[in-house]
């Protein structure tokens, strides 16, 4: 199997988990209808990855190949079927959350190499990608975006482990392929620790406990 369409399948079970935890937010924390529910699960599916592919000046890949939309828009309609079960649970919800992270940080940070920017914008541009489609979707839900909250659980963190697990690589000269698969399991394992025994990033000093 090739590096790209390691990346392709990445990249599409990212947006899938995306789209369906967008979806299911919304379902969650608002009252919105079919079309709600379909725009802010595909804003959380896709958003990322079209401010990267701004930033890197090339036309963003939803643009590109009707496959992104529509797996975007299945992983919404499958929230909004089954959406009455699955938001009486929040394992589901942050699992898809957490899986979604993981894979978009390292193909925004593969994207970037592959694309001739060095290891550092390769990790912020990783970061990005994995952060940016929830905080629009946290935006237009009237909420601190994840990624800002201090009771977010290390939500920054593992995406900046992930994104640099495949800049380290690409400097070292290892494949991109297999390398995205190992940074996407380093993030979303740390993400869940995180979840499961609570881990917060450190607070400045002074300021009282939530």
Same mark, same amino acid.
């Given at each position: 199997?090739?590096?790209?369409?390691?990346?392709?399948?990445? $990249?599409?079970v990212?947006?899938?988990a995306?789209?369906?935890d967008? /979806?299911l937010?919304?379902?969650r924390?608002?009252r919105v209808d079919?079309?709600?529910?379909?725009?802010?699960?595909?804003?959380? =599916?896709?958003?990322?990855?079209?401010i &990267? $592919?701004?930033?890197l000046?090339?036309?963003p /890949?939803?643009?590109?190949d009707?496959?992104y939309?529509?797996? #975007?828009l #299945?992983g919404?309609?499958?929230?909004?079927?089954?959406?009455?079960?699955?938001?009486r649970? =929040?394992?589901p919800? !942050?699992?898809?959350?957490?899986a979604?992270?993981?894979l978009?940080v390292?193909i925004? /940070?593969a994207?970037?190499?592959?694309?001739?920017?060095g290891p550092?914008?390769?990790?912020?541009?990783?970061?990005i990608?994995?952060?940016?489609g929830?905080?629009?979707r946290?935006? !237009?839900?009237?909420?601190?975006?994840? +990624?800002l @909250?201090?009771?977010?659980?290390?939500y920054a963190?593992?995406?900046?482990?992930?994104?640099?697990?495949? @800049?380290v690589?690409h400097?070292?000269?290892?494949? /991109?392929?297999? +390398?995205a698969?190992?940074?996407?399991l380093?993030?979303?394992?740390i &993400? +869940?620790?995180a979840?499961?025994?609570?881990?917060? #990033?450190?607070?400045?000093?002074?300021?009282?406990?939530?």
């Open positions: 199997m090739s590096t790209q369409t390691i990346l392709l399948i990445l $990249d599409l990212g947006i899938f995306f789209a369906v967008g /979806a937010t919304a379902i924390t608002a079919i079309v709600g529910v379909l725009v802010l699960g595909l804003v959380t =599916a896709i958003g990322g990855g079209i &990267r $592919d701004v930033l000046g090339v036309t /890949a939803t643009f590109q009707w496959r939309v529509t797996v #975007a #299945a919404g309609m499958l929230a909004f079927f089954l959406g009455s079960l699955l938001t649970l =929040a394992k919800i !942050l699992l898809f959350d957490a979604g992270l993981s978009f390292v925004g /940070a994207k970037a190499i592959e694309l001739g920017f550092l914008q390769a990790v912020l541009l990783g970061a990608t994995g952060v940016g929830g905080t629009i946290d935006v !237009l839900l009237n909420r601190v975006p994840t +990624v @909250s201090a009771n977010s659980h290390l963190i593992p995406a900046l482990l992930g994104a640099g697990t495949v @800049s690589a400097v070292l000269g290892f494949d /991109a392929g297999w +390398v698969v190992v940074g996407a380093l993030c979303f394992t &993400r +869940v620790l979840l499961r025994y609570r881990w917060n #990033a450190p607070r400045p000093p002074g300021v009282p406990p939530l």
